[in-house]
């Protein structure tokens, strides 16, 4: 979705038809200036080996650097190049739609945890209104769905955007809800960010906040079958080969059975799993030509970019990008 095209909403006092538009133009200029910073920025992909001698068992972990990634700048940047959109006339992507639908409760509160733009939050609201747009919390109208992040600037844009919504700043590793408080748990491409305790911590107040019965939804980078292809014939060089004081840790990637069981670990059990984003896993474990490919086809025909976009559940298996985990507290 190109940022120009989405709806833009206009300040809380009637603006001239003047500063509005230099209000857009300027909003423009800066997301296209932290657009090149963010693209300029060296990015390493590498194997993280068992450390030698210590007894530790597993497979080697994939993992991705970044520079800066661990500067406040990084992550301002980042919400510039995607900040949030009011969203109108847009519903769930493809990718999302049948886990969400099948999966996510019709009460309750539910909650985006680390939703940064908020911008799936109301694509959410707006694919089924009666059913997760109860953003006044009336009784027997809807799920709330509530959008929670650690940036107060994201949280403060989303409201200034979206009035009538719920947003909160808050901690994934703390969260501000009672025990059993919540009916849905969203999290998209957060755990990922965080080491191995501090990830456990998170999926432990996943647990902790959602009801009996309550259902989290969680998505990661997928070491997928064809990624570890790339690896075993030496496509990912060894962390050690990087240097450590320039470029910054980002994010893991996560096989099925590794996240499944960490989510299990913290008192969830993972009932579904889909993958998607194929077209950019595609790529990432066979080059970026291979990508190219794909994307001449998906030009050429109309029912070929749907089947990029979204293939069959084989390819989702083999080559996405990301991985979706639905798991649900057992009562």
């Not at 519903?91 to 539910?110: C, E, H, K, Q, V």
């Not at 080059?287 to 050429?300: F, I, K, N, S, T």
Request: a positive charge; one cysteine or more.
């Amino acid at each position: 979705m190109s940022a120009t095209t989405l709806d833009r909403p206009g300040a809380a006092t009637s603006p001239t038809p003047a500063h509005a538009e230099a209000d857009r133009a300027e909003r423009e200029r800066l997301r296209s200036d932290a657009e090149r910073w963010l693209a300029a920025l060296p990015i390493r992909t590498v194997l993280r080996r068992p450390p030698r001698g210590t007894g530790e068992r597993g497979h080697p972990r994939l993992a991705m650097y970044r520079t800066a990634a661990g500067s406040p700048e990084f992550w301002e940047k980042t919400w510039l190049v995607s900040p949030p959109y009011r969203m109108r006339g847009y519903t769930l992507p493809t990718w999302y739609r049948d886990a969400f639908t099948r999966w996510l409760p019709s009460d309750g509160l539910i909650i985006e945890a680390g939703c940064g733009n908020g911008n799936l939050l109301r694509m959410l609201a707006n694919h089924d209104p009666a059913r997760w747009g109860n953003f006044a919390r009336e009784p027997q109208k809807g799920a709330c769905v509530e959008g929670l992040d650690f940036a107060p600037n994201a949280i403060a844009e989303n409201r200034r955007i979206h009035p009538e919504g719920c947003y909160r700043v808050g901690d994934v590793r703390d969260l501000p809800y009672q025990t059993g408080g919540l009916s849905g748990y969203i999290s998209m491409g957060v755990v990922e960010h965080f080491g191995e305790p501090e990830r456990a911590v998170i999926l432990r107040e996943a647990a902790r906040t959602l009801r009996p019965g309550g259902v989290a939804i969680i998505t990661v980078p997928s070491l997928s079958p064809a990624r570890r292809l790339r690896a075993s014939l030496g496509g990912f060089a060894d962390e050690s080969t990087i240097d450590r004081s320039k470029l910054d840790f980002y994010q893991f990637y996560f096989t099925r059975r590794e996240i499944a069981g960490q989510i299990e670990a913290a008192g969830l059990r993972a009932v579904a799993f889909d993958g998607y984003d194929c077209r950019r896993g595609f790529a990432d474990a066979f080059g970026e030509r291979a990508g190219r490919v794909l994307d001449r086809l998906a030009r050429g025909s109309a029912w070929m970019a749907r089947r990029i976009d979204h293939p069959p559940r084989p390819v989702r298996r083999f080559c996405p990008h990301m991985l979706m985990v639905v798991a649900i507290k057992p009562w």
